[in-house]
């Protein structure tokens, strides 16, 4: 059946008794005919049975007539049945309707129950780059739908910066509810603090805890005396985590004993032990001392206990945090190793330097969170002829890579030698890690490249291969390298 024939068969079934036969022809007609066909599709867009309804609604769409469509469409996304409504605004979307009705129409659309023509309205507003309703908008905030209020703080942000949906921001911080008032605290700059200044305190009795959530977040460098009798009477996890967050901050002392009371509970307790870390005091360090000796505490909170102790530089912090490597749970071993690393980047002393290294390469050679524990060696040069046994003798590819890693491109030239030889290395994130090494030595003054031309070979057959990140190291090592001595420079460049 030629186009013509299948044109011709669908307006006659748009004549059918049948609500079934009519709908099929509405949507056939959209997908076949031409832009002429638009006065049939608009004649169904008044049928009785929706169905029929919202399929001539996306036919307008396709056919692409704006004329013809523009006014059916903007009296459908009014149309009682959401189907009618969704295909109406779909086609609009479709056809770039961009005039006053149509735009009223997405308006309106803001406050529709179905959620996918509160996405629709929201694309098509951001699309005609118009707030629509600055009340409505906002008030998508506090949608439950998480597409829905992403689309909607977008076009928010999109906005803010005119008087009406400003103002309606600064209100609903002011006087909304739950999660709308949150995201509009959130959304507002730090300097309208003082503005907000009245309703902040109440916010913090407020029954949302999302809302006392956003309120200590804004109150987190003012008003210590207020965050302090707030978190003396919070009772749920996630608003103390929250305070417990902005007053450690300040490393105010006050939050030591609501810390401590904190610490036992596994959605707060991760941040008890960082606010008690927080606070230059004997006191908080004693006590970050028995959380992590305490098995009772969850392993997130015990883990982030390694990390302040680590971060405090505390004269015993090595030798607390060296026996938990061995420990079985993983967040604990990981919490000692980045609190290791805090004290190597803070600078260990003399005699903690090569117990420190000892430990961490033995921890690396075994396997275990391979690139944590080289984090944490990094800038550890005690452990710089392990780290290069492993480089050349490690069986596990993933520790030869971490290791090739932590060598500094400084010039030496076994480590060079290390280099070259992890370009043909079976494990690709080696051959990876030794084309990065290459683009670092390249940037020294070593001299030239022994057996320059068979790396760049090597580097060019690299460049080619499967792995985008190889290639890309490849190519970044061959450029950074330069030409060979005495060839040809390439007249592109």
Known sequence: MTAEHQTAHFLRELQSPEPDRRAAAAKGLG?????????????AADDPDARVRAAAARGLGRLGDRQAAARVLVRLMGDPQPDVRRGASLAALRLGLDDRPATEAYTRLLRDPDRHLRINALTALAALDAPGDPAALVELLGDEDPLVWGHARNLVYQWQGTPAVRAEVVRTAREGAGAARARALEMLPAHCGERLLDSLLTGLRDPSAQVRIAVARRLSRTNRDVLAAALDGEHDPQVAAGLLAALGEQGDSRVIGPAVRWLGDPVAGPDAARALGAVPAEEAAEHLRTALDDRALSGPTRAAAAVAIGESGAWDAVWQLLPLLDEADADLRGGALDGLGALVDGGLRLWERHPVAWALTAHLADGHDVWRTRDALDGLSQALPAVRRLADRASSGEVRAAALSLLAPDGTVGDLRRFVR????????V???????LVRWAGTDAGPLP????????????????SPRLRRAAADALDALGPAAGAPSDPRR
Not at 422 to 429: H, K, Q, S, V
Not at 431 to 437: D, I, N, S
Request: aromatic residues 2%; hydrophobic residues 45%; glycine residues 10%.
């Open 31 to 43: 997908s076949t005919g031409r832009p002429e066909h638009a006065a049939a599709l608009v004649r």
């Open 451 to 466: 057996d320059g031309a068979a790396v760049r070979a090597r580097l060019a057959v690299l460049a080619s291969d499967a």
């Open 431 to 437: 051959r990876h890690r030794a084309a990065l090494g």
């Open 422 to 429: 992890g370009l043909d290395d079976p494990y690709e994130e």
